[in-house]
């Protein structure tokens, strides 16, 4: 803690990240910042602090509540396939799956993290040129992108898993399908559960954010709201989101609280 | 676990659970009109995609070199300036430090609340307040880390060891000093470890900041998609994907001597 306890290792790398933190504040460039003045910062509070009520509901299908239940449809939907989508990969990924080719797991892992790596703004948009504009690319976008967070996980939790238990059940005669459904399962259903009500969560967020590329859910009106600058209108679409991300969060939280 | 509480036994609890989450299913199949089979009607659109996509433009690569150092540079001063904030503030939502319940359930309120809006819907609306620009995507990737490194840091304080607490608070140090010598030290390590994850998240946060005009490489993902010029959007994702590669694993290294 003290500055003399420091090693001369820690002190070099804490120079250097300075030096770096330095030097990234000083080259970005800051011109945008130009247009930005504080009267203008107080109009956009101002329009802030009073939210449009009456965008909240009006028996149309484009007001706030029914928005929000799309996104929330998207974000289930998404998560229902890639939960299901990813028990398989998870099945040819884990490694203590199989001990006698472990060559098999590669192949699992490598398509977990292709699926991983594209940002999920860009399956939205490659979906949205396949399906069509709506929430059904929504829907693919979340499933497909998750389906690479879930199986990684999904099998980093199947390595992890305690092999007694297997053991205890091969040494009684089981083959490996009876491992699997009465051990495996069991054991490993709870954790399943839960990751997969976490990523529930993470869907809503960015369901919540595809409608940006024209992926469905609460975005679209958003982005529509502030580019005409009608700050009434996007202070009650956050509210809604806020509120919404809010609640899902503890419902899930009391949920993963049981299952553990 | 005992015998009647395994899957055999409980199955009329499964079944309802089951039956919740087929309702859940074919509401959100209702709700968002989905049509499974049009994914493979339109297939052929997928492969003409794909196959422009596999023939990356590698001529475009040596332009790529300076947006991909600015955003690294956005998320490296976003993430060290969130992470300022949130020491304090993840201090103050712990009842370790507060010793009081409702002052620091108020601050794991306002937390929360920064935690719930997605990144990429506040990039929009601090570039529609703040302008366009790599400065908005700091902001943003501040505010974010902000939010997400303080849950983290306020949940690793509150499971730490009271004896340095009430060591320091017997010989008469004030809240101030036990923060420093009592709690800081049991916690470094771990903060530390945070702050190169957030640097991590932030990364492959910021690629995609520009598509809503917040600076870096997602200024260029978003012109070069909107031109259909996809032969250079797999260069650019491809750039993505090696940086932040790269990054995982220096990360993961320091955070693994860290630990």
Redesign the interface.
């Known amino acids: 803690?003290m500055l003399r306890e420091m090693s001369k290792k820690t002190m070099i790398s804490l120079i250097t990240l300075a030096i770096?933190?330095v030097?990234?504040?000083t080259?970005?460039?800051?011109?945008?910042?130009?247009?930005?003045s504080p009267s203008?910062?107080m109009d956009?509070l101002r329009g802030l602090g009073q939210p449009d009520w009456g965008f909240l509901y009006d028996g149309s299908s484009e007001d706030l509540l029914s928005l929000l239940?799309?996104t929330i449809?998207?974000a289930?939907?998404g998560t229902?396939i890639a939960t299901v989508l990813a028990v398989p990969i998870t099945l040819i990924s884990a490694v203590n799956l199989w001990p006698a080719h472990p060559w098999v797991t590669k192949l699992g892992k490598f398509i977990c993290n292709v699926l991983r790596?594209?940002?999920e703004?860009?399956f939205a948009?490659?979906f949205v040129?396949?399906?069509?504009p709506?929430?059904?690319a929504?829907?693919?976008a979340i499933g497909v992108h998750q389906i690479g967070m879930l199986g990684k996980l999904f099998t980093e939790e199947m390595e992890a898993m305690d092999e007694r238990l297997v053991e205890e059940v091969q040494a009684v005669g089981a083959n490996f399908w009876q491992t699997i459904f009465y051990v495996r399962i069991?054991y490993l259903m709870p954790i399943y559960c839960s990751l997969a009500l976490n990523h529930f969560e993470i869907a809503v967020?960015?369901a919540?954010?595809l409608g940006?590329v024209g992926a469905?859910g609460i975005?679209a009106p958003?982005?529509f709201a502030?580019?005409t600058?009608s700050w009434s209108k996007?202070s009650i679409i956050?509210i809604g989101?806020?509120v919404t991300?809010?609640i899902l969060?503890q419902i899930t939280g009391i949920i993963r609280k049981k299952l553990r | 676990m005992s015998l009647k509480e395994t899957v055999h036994f409980k199955w009329y609890k499964h079944l309802l659970i089951v039956l919740f989450l087929f309702a859940c299913f074919q509401g959100s199949v209702w709700i968002t009109s989905a049509e499974f089979s049009q994914v493979f009607q339109n297939s052929s659109q997928m492969t003409a995609f794909l196959s422009r996509f596999i023939h990356p433009d590698f001529s475009y690569l040596p332009k790529l070199l300076e947006p991909m150092i600015k955003t690294l540079q956005m998320s490296l001063l976003g993430t060290v300036i969130g992470l300022v904030f949130a020491i304090p503030f993840s201090f103050l939502a712990t009842t370790v430090v507060t010793e009081n319940r409702w002052v620091s359930t108020f601050f794991r309120f306002l937390l929360g609340l920064v935690r719930t809006i997605p990144t990429l819907l506040l990039a929009a609306l601090f570039v529609a307040v703040f302008g366009i620009g790599e400065a908005t995507g700091v902001l943003t990737i501040a505010v974010f880390t902000f939010g997400m490194v303080s849950q983290l840091m306020f949940q690793a304080i509150e499971t730490i060891d009271f004896g340095p607490i009430e060591a320091a608070s017997a010989v008469g140090a004030n809240k101030m000093q036990i923060a420093i010598w009592s709690i800081a030290p049991q916690v470094l390590s771990q903060f530390a470890s945070y702050a190169f994850y957030a640097f991590e998240v932030n990364v492959r946060a910021s690629t995609v900041l520009g598509y809503v005009g917040a600076g870096g490489i997602g200024v260029i993902l978003n012109s070069s998609l909107a031109l259909l010029n996809y032969e250079r959007v797999s260069i650019i994702i491809l750039t993505i994907l090696l940086t932040v590669a790269i990054v995982d694993k220096l990360s993961e290294r320091v955070r693994r001597s860290l630990l």
């Not at chain 1, 460039?29 to 247009?35: A, H, I, K, P």
């Not at chain 1, 040129?129 to 069509?132: E, L, T």
């Open positions: 803690m770096l933190v030097l990234s504040a080259t970005l460039d800051y011109s945008g910042l130009r247009t930005f203008m910062g956009v239940l799309l449809g998207i289930c939907l229902m790596a594209f940002p703004l860009v948009i490659i040129k396949v399906v069509g709506g929430p059904f929504g829907v693919m069991p967020r960015s919540a954010t940006l469905g975005g958003l982005i502030i580019q600058r996007v956050l989101v806020v991300v809010f969060d």
